[in-house]
């Protein structure tokens, strides 16, 4: 079954009879291949959708908002706001471009900013990882005794070579001794060297 594309050169609008657009929310190969030959190079702005673009997230979620959602607690809300300020970092990079004199500017101003960054941890009493790690996981108590190693264990097999059933039986069961001289040497009653002699 063949489809049908129609084309609006004046507004670039473009419509298929297989209506792959308004199930999936991208044009189909039809539709491309219609703007091709009507010389039309670039995606129609109106058939790209929001849900398809890099600023998706940022822009329909409480992300996106400058206001920080009242009813989620302290480690929702820094979560929240290390997201947007990587949103908005990301968005300083996207107007800088392949502009290098811009790029010195920003590659100052983070300079800059790491290193009073660094001053204000230096001047904090609590050192900086111990800190977040006690914001997750609580500080020591006192009297509890820090973690230690566990006991090793031993698999089975590990260590000793696994032995066969008939080799377990004869173990259990003791060697033979000579009938004629009652000695464990390796001999029986037929090859025993008491008879040689």
């Given at each position: 079954?063949h489809?049908?594309?129609?084309?609006?050169?004046?507004?670039?609008?473009?419509?298929?009879?297989?209506?792959?657009?308004?199930?999936?929310?991208?044009?189909?190969?039809?539709?491309?291949?219609?703007?091709?030959?009507?010389?039309?190079?670039?995606?129609?702005r109106?058939?790209?959708k929001a849900?398809?673009?890099?600023?998706?997230?940022k822009?329909h979620?409480?992300i996106?908002?400058?206001e920080?959602?009242?009813?989620?607690?302290?480690?929702?809300?820094?979560?929240?706001?290390?997201?947007?300020?990587?949103?908005?970092?990301?968005?300083?990079?996207?107007?800088?471009?392949?502009?290098?004199?811009k790029?010195?500017?920003?590659?100052?101003?983070?300079?800059?900013?790491?290193?009073?960054?660094?001053?204000?941890s230096?001047?904090?009493?609590?050192?900086?990882q111990?800190?977040r790690?006690?914001?997750?996981?609580?500080p020591?108590p006192?009297?509890?005794?820090?973690?230690?190693?566990?006991n090793?264990?031993?698999?089975?097999?590990s260590?000793?070579r696994?032995?066969?059933?008939?080799?377990?039986s004869?173990?259990?069961?003791g060697q033979?001794?000579?009938?004629i001289c009652?000695?464990?040497?390796g001999?029986?009653a037929?090859?025993?060297?008491?008879?040689?002699?």
């Amino acid at each position: 079954m063949h489809s049908a594309v129609s084309v609006k050169r004046s507004t670039n609008d473009v419509e298929c009879s297989c209506k792959f657009f308004n199930r999936y929310g991208y044009l189909c190969c039809h539709a491309f291949a219609a703007l091709q030959q009507c010389g039309i190079h670039t995606i129609p702005r109106q058939f790209i959708k929001a849900r398809w673009t890099k600023d998706a997230l940022k822009n329909h979620t409480s992300i996106g908002s400058l206001e920080t959602p009242s009813n989620c607690d302290k480690p929702e809300r820094t979560k929240i706001k290390l997201t947007r300020a990587w949103f908005e970092f990301e968005s300083c990079l996207d107007l800088v471009g392949d502009d290098e004199d811009k790029l010195d500017m920003v590659m100052l101003m983070l300079r800059d900013m790491e290193s009073k960054l660094q001053n204000d941890s230096e001047q904090d009493d609590e050192p900086g990882q111990a800190h977040r790690a006690d914001a997750f996981i609580g500080p020591l108590p006192l009297n509890e005794e820090g973690l230690r190693n566990p006991n090793i264990s031993k698999n089975k097999g590990s260590g000793s070579r696994i032995k066969s059933t008939r080799e377990i039986s004869i173990q259990s069961k003791g060697q033979r001794t000579c009938s004629i001289c009652n000695k464990t040497e390796g001999h029986n009653a037929r090859t025993c060297p008491t008879l040689k002699k």
